[in-house]
């Protein structure tokens, strides 16, 4: 037996953020259909978090067709959904504690591709329980993909979460690896198969709307100053979007930051032959018995 308490509060915390991010993931799917605004979306499901008595862990990810992550609408985006595959992906944090989840909406008619993510997903949750490896997770997600024909996405993985901290060991890979780790009872880790009819790697856009703090400096601009402020006070070490700061020129604010090494960007990672990727995100604390999913719709 472990002698680590579920019951705790850290634990108890991990499930209002499980339970915040479900209902909020499941009404923001509801709302993406052809014509509505991407930012429409985001800040709905950024507020609607706040309401429940949460916080958001980062900005709400509306990635697009061969987008897989890190896209986020600016403050000036007017973007609206066309027949695009949609990757909604979500965090919500109760006093640091964390729970992360994604879903594809699919608007362009590729059932299979979407259901490729989520029954991988499935079948990795099966596969959890104390001393699993995380290559055993891996194994299944990728047979469960390539039985649908198409290819998981090597270089993105599922990870740990942390207190304030959205990636902590140990990664979930999306393949049958040899080097690996084991997961124990009390671990809370996110898991998010990505599958595409691509070759399944994806490299570093242009655009960067997301950000984190790497270190605290000291800065002379302003309004540099104040952004720092608000980031250490609000956000920690946990992503934020350039919309979220309450300055005036935030662009140019962050843009000295990050010269400074005070902050780093999240670049929009997409497909890199184009494709489309789908995606499915969970995430569980392991249990004597397997596992407790914090995400699932109630
Ligand atoms: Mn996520
Ligand atoms: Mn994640």
Redesign the pocket.
């Known amino acids: 037996m472990s002698d680590v308490d579920l019951t705790s509060e850290q634990y108890e915390k991990c499930r209002e953020a499980g339970e915040i991010l479900a209902e909020v993931r499941d009404e923001a799917a509801e709302k993406v259909e052809v014509g509505v605004s991407h930012l429409d979306v985001a800040e709905w499901a950024e507020d609607r978090i706040r309401e429940l008595g949460g916080e958001p862990a980062f900005p709400v990810n509306i990635s697009i067709d061969e987008e897989a992550a890190h896209a986020t609408p600016s403050i000036d985006d007017d973007s609206t959904f066309g027949e695009d595959m949609v990757n909604l992906d979500i965090g919500v944090h109760v006093d640091g504690w964390l729970a992360?989840t994604a879903v594809t909406v699919d608007l362009s008619g590729h059932d299979e591709l979407t259901a490729a993510s989520a029954e991988a997903l499935d079948a990795a949750i099966e596969a959890v329980e104390p001393g699993v490896e995380t290559g055993e997770i891996g194994a299944e997600i990728e047979d469960v993909i390539e039985g649908y024909g198409f290819n998981p996405v090597v270089n993105l993985t599922?990870?740990g979460l942390g207190h304030w901290e959205q990636h902590t060991t140990p990664n979930i890979p999306n393949r049958a690896v040899s080097q690996s780790e084991t997961l124990e009872v009390g671990d809370v880790v996110?898991i998010?198969p990505f599958a595409t009819d691509g070759g399944g790697k994806v490299s570093e856009g242009q655009d960067e709307e997301i950000f984190a703090l790497d270190s605290e400096g000291s800065v002379r601009d302003r309004s540099a100053r104040q952004a720092l402020n608000q980031i250490v006070e609000d956000f920690k070490t946990l992503p934020f979007a350039t919309r979220w700061l309450d300055v005036s020129r935030s662009k140019m604010a962050l843009r000295r930051l990050k010269r400074q090494g005070i902050v780093h960007g999240y670049p929009v990672l997409k497909e890199e032959d184009g494709c489309l990727v789908s995606q499915k995100?969970h995430t569980i604390i392991v249990t004597e018995d397997g596992c407790e999913v914090t995400t699932r719709s109630r």
């Open positions: 992360d599922g990870h996110a998010e995100e």
